[in-house]
Each structure stands twice: as C-alpha cells, then as structure tokens.
C-alpha cells in the first residue's frame, strides 16, 4: 500500500456542529456548596468537524493513480472527446490522492483519477482505504463525489480495529440483485428494529446528467431520525439509545474507512473494447464529518505529531479517555453518559484515600489510616486504598482468600491478615515472639527494614502534606 499524509493542522477549538446533534461542550464548572467551593462534573465530548483534515489514505493497488504513464482519457458521454490528459510529471495534469481532500470551489475542479480500464475483462478494481488511527464518531452523512460517472458497483466498509477487520457499512450497484445477490433498499426502508441492517441501494449508481447525481452518500442522518425524529428535534431518544445499545453506538464508531470501488460507470449495458479509456473512477470531494470519540470524558481533540488524541478530563487518560489516571481508582472507570439531558453524568474516576496496612507478628493486623503508632511496622503489603480492604484488583485476598464487600477477607484455615498473607500460629511454641500475651515484635534484617524505608518514607511524606486536603 501507498501511503499519502493529508497535512493539516488542529486548534484545540473545533467548529461548531448544528445544534441538533447536541453540544456537551462544558467538562465541569465551579458551584456553591455547604462546603464551599466545589467542581460540579458533567458529560463532554469534542465539537463536531471535517475529520478529513485528520486522515491518512492508501491506495490498493498502489500503482492505481493515472499519469504513470501519461494517459489521454474520452468522455463517458462522448467516445470521440478525448482530450483529457493525465501526466504524473506535470503538476497542472496530475490527479493524486489527497486531491480528493482539498478545498473545493476552485475552478477548475481539482480530482484524483484512476488509470483506465485498459486491462479489460480483468475487473478495474480500487481500495481507497481512509484512516485516522483514532476512534471517531461519524455525525453526518459520509459523500463522496464523483468527477468521473458513478460507479456501477461500489462497497463502503468500516473497520472499529485500525483495519485488522472490516466490516461492510452499504452496497451500491446498478443492479442489487445482479451484483450481490441483495433486494434493493433505501435508507428510508430502515425502521428502529432494522437500523443496522446493512442494505443495498441503487439510488447513487446510475449515470449523471445534473450535478447532484455526482454524489454517493451514506446516510447517518437518516438513521438518526428513527430516534430523534425528522427534524433530529428528540435528541434524547436518540441519546438513550446510544447509552443503553453498545451495537448502536458502535454502529457509528469508526477507527478507518475503506471504499472499494469495483465497476466503473459504462453508461451501456456493453463495455465498448474499442474505447477504454472512457472508463476509470475519478473522485473530487469527500465529506467524513465527526469527532473523536472521547467516551464523554474530554471537550477537546487536538492533533499533535500526527496524531489525533483527547485532552482528558474527569481524571481519566488515554487516546480516548478510556481509563482513570494513576490513584484515581476509587471507581471503577465508565464511560460517561448523555442522560439526563442537558449536562448528562461525568462518571468521574475518583481519588484513592490514602491508608496503610502496617502489621504485627501476633498474628493480628492494625489498619493505620495516615497515622505511625509504636505498634505498628510497616510491612510488604502496604497498599492504596479507597475505603476497602481487598478487591479482585490490586488488593487481592491471597492463599485461598476470598474478598467480603470490599470490607475483609475471608481467609482460608491456616492464613491470617488483612490480605491473608502470613500463617497462623497452630499452638504453643510455633510463635517464637508471643511472650506471656504479650506481641513483641519481628524485626526483618537490617537491609530489608532499609528498603521498607526508603520506599514507604516518601509515601508518608506525601501523605502528611495531603492531610489538609483530605480533611
């Protein structure tokens, strides 16, 4: 593959998006409490915008641009029209990829361009595969338009895994039936129980006179109405959906496109051998609208070295946001949601208190919340934690152990200890340091009570200096 980067750059502001898609645009603002001053959270995700600033796009096969060797194309509607050139080496005749992606509204109108179907019977076949290596959210209609004849046969699929998979978003042919063996449907014929039905349309593959019939859309507008109502006016319908229907919301998720143009226009039911260079795709525009997908943790996506990525919030990181940051596990990380309408719920990740497991060799264990008592030693198992004792996590309950509410351990016979980690003394004279009831204590060697130091002092330190904030 050949691999072409459109060049832009991304401000941290991106362009509104009609108000019907909702804007969600505010992470958090500062209320009034009881208590003060205090973060009030709310769902957010990026603004709307042309995601094809932001793509890279392969071609299969790589050699597929017209111009190598220069070529003279016909018009489709004129056999004897022939004096399109298409020259590789010459900037004003060329037609490479990222032409597709440029600012149209020029004059004349700037395309790329296939070579010819010069190897006829072969099929003129073309992979444009589109890609962000990022998820996006589409948010309207996906067009392609032609400055060649539609094409006769066409797929456009969809990859959720940075193109190791794909799957097929709508057929186009002039035929459905003839084509892929599917009865011919309209995005009109879906209904909310059939959305992600995947369909074959015929209304964007016959040959144009207008300008109009240039395009080939997808419809994702279309499908939004099903929930949100023709005008997209109940928007919390559709919202619903995508909170409660992974399918749903996945169905508009996107890592990378790929268009697979299989027939070019003929414009007759007979492929005319003696003219071929009246056949060949040629693309002016395509529209991706969308947003980085964010999972409504972050109202910002910037493009950085290459690279799309979220400006987390919520203390969440990741490209997409999709994990909490470090000590911020209280909860279990969530995608934020849309419900209720306006602000939704930030799901936020939540700060770890800090606590430390200190023990004894009494076979007891003493729970010092921040605080050094003479009877407790810092031990092995000194962990962060938010209000519990073991999980199925980082605190997990050891030799057999199973965790009870987060609150204890229910240890198996013969183990003790907040996390079950030490042996039970089984009688007289196993517990060489239980003297008349009384605990005394088993110092580690030296070296071993150096690293507990050094690793459990900073925490400490820390710890004392988060005290006023904590409190």
């Not at 094809?52 to 790589?62: E, S």
């Not at 959906?241 to 226009?265: V, Y």
């Not at 152990?401 to 003394?425: D, I, K, M, W, Y």
Request: net charge neutral; hydrophobic share 35%; charged share 20%.
């Amino acid at each position: 593959l050949i691999h072409l980067t459109v060049c832009a750059s991304m401000s941290h502001a991106m362009q509104h998006y009609p108000a019907a898609w909702g804007h969600y645009d505010v992470c958090k603002s500062q209320i009034y409490t009881e208590e003060g001053l205090a973060w009030d959270y709310m769902a957010c995700q990026p603004e709307a915008t042309d995601m094809t600033k932001y793509l890279r796009v392969a071609l299969d096969p790589p050699n597929i641009t017209c111009g190598d060797p220069p070529e003279t194309y016909c018009a489709l509607e004129n056999p004897y029209m022939c004096n399109n050139e298409c020259d590789a080496t010459t900037k004003e005749l060329a037609h490479p990829p990222e032409l597709m992606f440029d600012f149209e509204g020029r004059n004349p109108t700037t395309f790329w361009q296939s070579s010819s179907w010069k190897k006829y019977p072969k099929p003129l076949q073309v992979n444009l595969t589109l890609s962000w290596n990022k998820t996006i959210e589409l948010t309207d209609d996906i067009v392609l338009t032609f400055e060649s004849g539609r094409p006769e046969q066409m797929v456009l699929e969809k990859s959720l895994d940075y193109g190791r998979t794909w799957t097929p978003y709508q057929f186009y042919a002039t035929d459905c039936l003839d084509a892929f063996t599917m009865e011919p449907k309209t995005a009109n014929d879906l209904t909310q129980r059939t959305l992600l039905d995947i369909i074959c349309t015929e209304d964007y593959s016959r040959g144009y006179v207008w300008k109009n019939d240039k395009t080939v859309r997808f419809e994702i507008k279309d499908r939004f109405a099903l929930f949100a109502g023709p005008r997209l006016h109940n928007m919390a319908s559709l919202y619903g959906q995508l909170d409660t229907t992974k399918n749903l919301r996945d169905f508009f998720t996107i890592t990378d496109l790929r268009i697979k143009l299989l027939k070019p226009a003929t414009g007759a039911t007979m492929v005319d051998e003696n003219n071929l260079s009246r056949y060949f795709y040629a693309i002016s525009d395509i529209k991706v609208q969308g947003r980085c997908k964010c999972n409504l943790h972050a109202n910002s996506c910037v493009f950085d070295k290459g690279k799309l990525g979220c400006e987390c919030e919520h203390n969440t990181t990741g490209p997409d946001c999709s994990r909490c940051k470090r000590h911020y596990h209280g909860r279990a990380w969530s995608v934020g949601s849309y419900l209720p309408i306006p602000k939704g719920t930030a799901n936020i990740c939540k700060y770890i208190s800090i606590s430390y497991v200190w023990t004894i060799t009494s076979g007891h264990a003493d729970r010092c919340d921040l605080l050094i008592t003479p009877s407790c030693l810092p031990c092995p198992f000194c962990f962060v934690s938010a209000a519990r004792v073991c999980d199925n996590a980082m605190l997990r309950c050891q030799n057999g152990g199973s965790c009870h509410h987060h609150q204890r351990c229910h240890c198996s016979p013969g183990f003790t200890g907040v996390l079950c980690e030490r042996a039970r003394c089984q009688g007289p004279g196993e517990c060489d340091d239980q003297l008349s009831g009384r605990a005394s204590f088993h110092h580690p060697p030296i070296s071993r009570q150096l690293a507990l130091t050094l690793v459990v002092l900073p925490l400490l330190i820390v710890s004392f200096l988060l005290l006023p904030v904590l409190w």
